[in-house]
């Protein structure tokens, strides 16, 4: 089955059914009927490559994902090339919505380590509203929990010092890792470069790595060829005069 840009999309290795990610404590059950539809809706996966890019601005895309495995970025460009991180895309996330709504993506993605994405038809969204309004209540939440993200981010880098908000990114990122089964080993690690935490904070590279030693250097995490090491998440939540996540469960599309 072939996909956008000439991807081809394999059988499903997943069927919804035994979807590795239902049994987590973090996402609601499914209704019968709505596993059912999405099982329908579902066309098959696509397996990307670490650096690969999935959606690109400006493109339209004739589908939509949900990340099953991998770690992704969202981002904008200026025309200068200079990058601006949103935010970062993990399993049960969402990707291609606001494609799939506005027409065209207003942001691209890319993968920040191999993935394996669930793919859905965009133009059967619309029966999804129109006959099933428990998902369509479920991808309303999944939009609003990326705004709410944002808005938490935004006020990081408004009024967080670069230390505080450099914590705040770390904590932020190990937090929703841990939900979804991404730290299977301890300590978490993030497959993330000191590039990729100054295009999310608007710091220059160099203040970045000056921010990053403080954080070394009080045992709070540690930097290794394959990322950052979160060491003492707790510390870095109080560093950052952040609570942490309180979503309860969520759903999962």
Not at 56 to 85: C, M, N, P
Not at 176 to 191: E, K, S, Y
Not at 197 to 211: E, F, Q, R, W
Not at 246 to 253: A, D, F, M, N
Request: glycine share 8%.
């Amino acid at each position: 089955m072939s996909g956008q840009n000439g991807r081809s999309f394999s059988s499903r290795q997943y069927p919804c059914e035994i979807c590795p990610l239902r049994p987590l404590p973090v996402f609601r059950e499914f209704e019968k009927q709505e596993l059912a539809y999405v099982s329908m809706f579902k066309k098959g996966e696509l397996a990307v490559d670490k650096g690969a890019t999935v959606l690109v601005e400006g493109s339209q895309s004739a589908h939509l994902y949900t990340v099953l495995s991998g770690w992704a970025f969202r981002y904008k460009l200026l025309s200068d090339g200079r990058r601006q991180i949103l935010n970062y895309s993990m399993p049960g996330d969402l990707i291609g919505l606001q494609g799939s709504l506005m027409g065209e993506m207003q942001h691209s993605v890319e993968a920040l380590s191999p993935m394996l994405l669930c793919v859905f038809e965009r133009e059967n969204l619309h029966e999804l509203y129109r006959n099933h309004p428990g998902l369509a209540y479920d991808i309303t939440w999944l939009a609003s929990r990326e705004e709410r993200m944002l808005d938490e981010n935004l006020l990081s880098v408004g009024r967080r010092t670069a230390v505080e908000r450099t914590a705040y990114l770390i904590a932020f990122i190990a937090s929703r890792a841990a939900a979804v089964g991404l730290n299977g080993r301890a300590p978490v690690q993030i497959p993330i470069t000191q590039q990729h935490v100054a295009d999310t904070l608007g710091l220059s590279l160099v203040h970045t790595n000056k921010t990053i030693r403080k954080l070394i250097d009080r045992k709070l995490i540690a930097w290794r060829d394959g990322g950052c090491e979160v060491i003492n998440g707790e510390g870095l939540k109080d560093l950052a005069r952040w609570e942490g996540l309180s979503e309860g469960r969520r759903p999962l599309v």
